[in-house]
């Protein structure tokens, strides 16, 4: 089992480029997410899904939209990157409430520079 | 409003010690409480959880011990080693609410050889 996957590890976009985050688990989780990581921030959620075709908000979802159209797979877009979403994304996944531990399985991370 | 505060943002211990980090919280509806472990750039890796209805778990050298009335919850680590040395996340859920997690700051362990 490979878990979470994201793709790519590392990005540097110029303001105002788009671009899409991939993040695939073989897990066969229902539930996914997107969060950020920022020094001093901790993990902040942008975006969860809690089954295939679904999405909602979290805490920070402005500049951003995902898409869950497999189960396996969240993605993550920026239609246009500004300097502010310079982070570290990951992305995690797990069962719904009840099933499991509760714990998220995470990602690597991918390390977005936006200049 | 943080609702999951780690409010010291980095500890020291000697090896063969043992490691006390702290998480608050203030949101009376979280009932199951989870501590991740992180290294540099790697992703953040389950440690241990414990419920609402419980007030202690143990895990080999790791503890948690959860007091409901304080909305306070603490890590052990006995005995610390150096592969303990990372940055620890507290984070607490509402299991009602689409299990989505809210993370404290995080708080970076150092371990002395």
């Known amino acids: 089992n490979a878990g979470v996957t994201q793709t790519p590890k590392f990005r540097v976009l110029k303001t105002g480029q788009s671009m899409t985050l991939l993040c695939a688990q073989d897990?066969?989780?229902?539930?996914m997410y997107w969060y950020r990581q920022d020094p001093g921030m901790g993990l902040r959620l942008i975006h969860y899904?809690?089954?295939?075709?679904?999405?909602a908000k979290g805490e920070v979802p402005d500049g951003y939209n995902v898409s869950r159209l497999k189960k396996q797979n969240f993605l993550l877009g920026l239609e246009s990157a500004a300097p502010s979403q310079t982070s570290v994304y990951f992305c995690?996944?797990?069962?719904?409430?009840?099933?499991?531990?509760?714990?998220?399985?995470f990602g690597p991370g991918t390390r977005l520079t936006v200049t | 409003d943080q609702q999951v505060k780690q409010n010291s943002p980095s500890l020291s211990v000697q090896e063969g010690r043992i490691s006390i980090l702290n998480c608050d919280y203030t949101?009376?509806?979280?009932?199951?409480f989870l501590w991740y472990k992180k290294y540099p750039a790697e992703g953040p890796t389950f440690l241990i959880s414990?419920?609402?209805?419980?007030d202690k778990n143990e895990d080999g050298r790791f503890t948690v011990f959860l007091n409901k009335s304080a909305k306070h919850l603490s890590l052990h680590i006995v005995p610390s080693q150096p592969g303990d040395s990372a940055v620890y996340f507290c984070?607490?859920?509402?299991?009602?609410?689409?299990?989505?997690?809210?993370f404290g700051k995080g708080i970076t362990l150092s371990v002395r050889p």
């Open positions: 897990m066969n989780h229902e539930y």
């Open positions: 995690a996944s797990s069962y719904p409430p009840g099933q499991g531990t509760g714990e998220q399985y």
């Open positions: 984070a607490a859920s509402d299991t009602g609410a689409n299990s989505k997690l809210t």
């Open positions: 414990i419920s609402s209805i419980k």
């Open positions: 899904s809690v089954g295939e075709g679904t999405t």
């Open positions: 949101n009376s509806m979280f009932d199951y």
